[in-house]
């Protein structure tokens, strides 16, 4: 039974399950203790630490265990905006950061900071010179040098979590160190395939990305980095990550990191062609298909695309029946009314979206299954939506009332229509699905029609209106 | 090799070794996510849910899982304070507690809250009338009505984890009650060998306590409390826990609990005759021996008691040689300079502390032999630090110089000349280590001679004047 939701969650690596069960046996007690069971967990946590800080590139002083990725990133920005405070309060993070990024952000806007969002293009990736540019500040820095600008932190993901596209980590490290911003990179994603290029100031990571357990993240704060831990504190992991030591998991996630970095470069190159053939075959396979991220700046396991006309939670419950477990950034799932922030900020289709990431040993044969298997289940979703009989033509522009029908019947709506006005006329979509403002410009993009813009609708929602072109 | 430190953590329960070992093959998913996997994970964190709160007592929707019991108490403490923050910033909470709580009160008076500790009498219990005084606040309340107490929070443990003496949380639930004020009650040390008894508002465990694995604590939140999660926060956990829940840890959590108790009333028992057994020989078999705690009110398993004239890490790694695990809450340990609060709070002898807490299965052999090898420990630590010799009768008024001195020896100057003054006569001990505060009265009361009193010293520190009586 293919599971194809490795950004979710790994399955546990053989090595992290060795390690946790010796680890369970070797290393219970509390590593602050004088005695002996206390100073061999002590021994163990060390040994993590060095194995850990080898694998991330840094110091073992410079890295804490956390309880997860989440923690990671949470104290991290907050220790290094308080650390900063003085200089400024502003945030900046790319606009398709991890959702914990984001309520970092949340949580210092509340607060009284404000926080940037730096747009990203059509791949998901962050333009650099923009991103230098929000660093030097409004007024481009000129006004009281390169502190003027009052960013205290910036942040910048690896990779992305939901398209895999890689981020410009290196030129953004550059210049945040141009404009003496420390740069905290979210490396949830990546760490497992290969350390983060230099630069950075912060680091957080996740172990079960990588195949290590669950409740355990990594945060690296380099050595000079002003850092003020937030919240009650203790005096463990020197006093940036309260609490008794996950200590089995800690040293599981340590060996398997090792493990897994050992087989990266033979299994990134084996899984890379098996996202490469899906990449290319699932357009060829499935119509009104749109492929989302940077086909070659990405990270080797992972792939994303939209298909018109279809609804996410269904997609991914057929899919589930079938035997593939994936995941969906669309506004379709039971837990979200909105798409996936990543998905709008790079203006790509949302309907009906299916990322596919493949865990370390998927076989070929798991991916042909999976693309023989795919057609069939969009094109029975498409059916049972009724996308397959154009009402007759008609040659009037045309208004269609989609109010309160959630994605993707809005963009069905539409489709359906579309063929029977005149080239050169318009259909207005009246929809307040929030998807239809990112689905219905897609739309247009992939069909060749013109869309014209959108404006409020006085009975809610908005009135999305589309010149046929063809 | 007796380990009889299971206060600080207790080895992993064989059912919590065997449910943690189920839930790596079955819980690695993400529970939020809608495929098979992600299923299954999802049954496994409800189904431990429920588990876990049948056990505490409360609704399963009232109990999130946290990485820590720390963490439950940071987030308890922070979340139950901003969510009345309209009442008042009063917390009010014993002098014993946890540092997790002490840290959270310190965080919370940082940001310009209030914090009254309620002081405990010599057994380390608190008065439930002097708690009740402090909710009522300075005027007793009569300014204007309960809520003008301004008090928002009140912490009480259900037992303290140095000393063993249970908590009258019962009656000090009761005086919440009527005063209109949620109780946290931090049940990490007792929740093993029962339920704490009803009346709280918030409840804080710890899982590695009872020989669950480490990376699990429990918050449970009554329905009704004001409750506003405080930093950033996610859609895990009721956004009362953010983070990836470590589910492979909490299943086994909730599993070890429910055996544990099932086997808590045959084991407290057992324990408590070997606790009563230690009780009553060490002050038999070691000279000069204080045993702290209440002697009937206390958890079954723990034990502490102070031995004058030694130093408390030595004491330690003495019998650590001898095959003994224990802990101790002496200032002179290498992590601390300053005599644990809660010894400090009862106002009982510091120098020489050992606490003795037994994990289940622990033999009345293993007891024996502690019982056996602890005199000769302690003699032995007394003849190197030389107490034996006591200088020749003088006469006179004497002024001992132990500036610069660690204890214990500020309290062996004293006791080797206190023989050579006329009866009616004084010593004046000049030391600037903490412990004397403490350790000095102590040594008076233990040796019936006459503390007089401590005056700040010119040259640093204080003098301490004691009258011999004997």
Redesign the interface.
């Known amino acids: 039974?293919p599971?194809f939701?490795a950004a979710?969650?790994?399955?546990?690596h053989p090595v992290a399950?060795q390690a946790?069960?010796a680890a369970?046996?070797e290393g219970?007690?509390?590593p602050?203790?004088?005695?002996?069971?206390?100073r061999r967990a002590r021994l163990l946590l060390d040994a993590a630490r060095e194995a850990a800080a080898e694998t991330v590139g840094c110091r073992p002083d410079e890295l804490v265990f956390t309880?997860?990725?989440?923690?990671a990133v949470?104290s991290g920005?907050?220790g290094a905006l308080a650390g900063r405070r003085r200089v400024g309060d502003r945030l900046v993070v790319s606009a398709v950061e991890h959702?914990?990024v984001l309520?970092?952000g949340?949580?210092h806007a509340a607060a009284g900071g404000t926080v940037t969002e730096v747009p990203v293009g059509r791949t998901g990736a962050v333009d650099p010179e923009t991103f230098a540019a929000e660093l030097r500040g409004p007024d481009g820095g000129a006004g009281a040098g390169a502190a003027g600008s009052g960013v205290a932190l910036a942040c910048l993901q690896s990779a992305n979590h939901e398209v895999g596209t890689e981020q410009p980590v290196a030129e953004v490290a550059e210049a945040c160190r141009a404009a003496g911003v420390p740069l905290l990179v979210d490396a949830a994603q990546s760490l497992g395939w290969g350390p983060v290029p230099g630069g950075w100031s912060l680091l957080a990571a996740?172990a079960?990305k990588w195949g290590g357990?669950?409740?355990v993240?990594f945060l690296a704060v380099r050595k000079g980095v002003r850092f003020a831990p937030?919240?009650?504190?203790?005096?463990r992991e020197s006093g940036r990550a309260?609490?008794?030591?996950?200590?089995?998991?800690v040293v599981a996630a340590a060996a398997s990191l090792r493990a897994v970095r050992a087989e990266a470069a033979a299994e990134g190159a084996r899984l890379r062609a098996l996202v490469d053939r899906i990449r290319a075959r699932v357009p060829e396979l499935v119509p009104d298909v749109e492929v989302v991220g940077d086909p070659v700046r990405r990270l080797p396991h992972l792939v994303t695309f939209s298909c018109l006309y279809v609804d996410g939670?269904t997609l991914?419950?057929e899919l589930?029946r079938e035997g593939f477990?994936?995941?969906s950034g669309s506004s379709c799932?039971?837990?979200t009314l909105t798409p996936s922030h990543v998905l709008r900020a790079m203006g790509v289709l949302s309907e009906g979206n299916v990322r596919v990431s493949l865990p370390a040993g998927t076989t070929e044969a798991d991916v042909d299954r999976f693309l023989a298997v795919l057609p069939g289940v969009v094109s029975g979703v498409r059916d049972r939506l009724g996308t397959g009989a154009p009402v007759p033509d008609g040659g009037e522009d045309l208004v269609v009332d989609a109010l309160g029908k959630r994605c993707p019947l809005p963009v069905i709506e539409l489709a359906k229509v579309i063929g029977t006005v005149r080239v050169g006329g318009t259909v207005t979509v009246l929809a307040d699905d929030e998807a239809a403002r990112l689905d219905i410009p897609a739309w247009c993009e992939m069909r060749a029609q013109e869309y014209v813009g959108a404006t409020p609708s006085p009975r809610g929602g908005h009135a999305y209106v589309v010149r046929r072109l063809s």
């Not at 309260?242 to 998991?249: K, M, S």
């Open positions: 039974m599971y939701d979710s969650a790994a399955p546990l399950r946790l069960l369970l046996d219970w007690a509390d602050a203790r004088l005695h002996r069971e206390g309880p997860s990725g989440t923690h949470h920005v907050s959702s914990s309520h970092a949340e949580a996740s079960h357990p669950a409740g993240g937030q919240g009650p504190s203790d005096e309260p609490g008794f030591e996950n200590l089995p998991a939670e991914l419950s589930d477990s994936v995941s799932t039971s837990s």
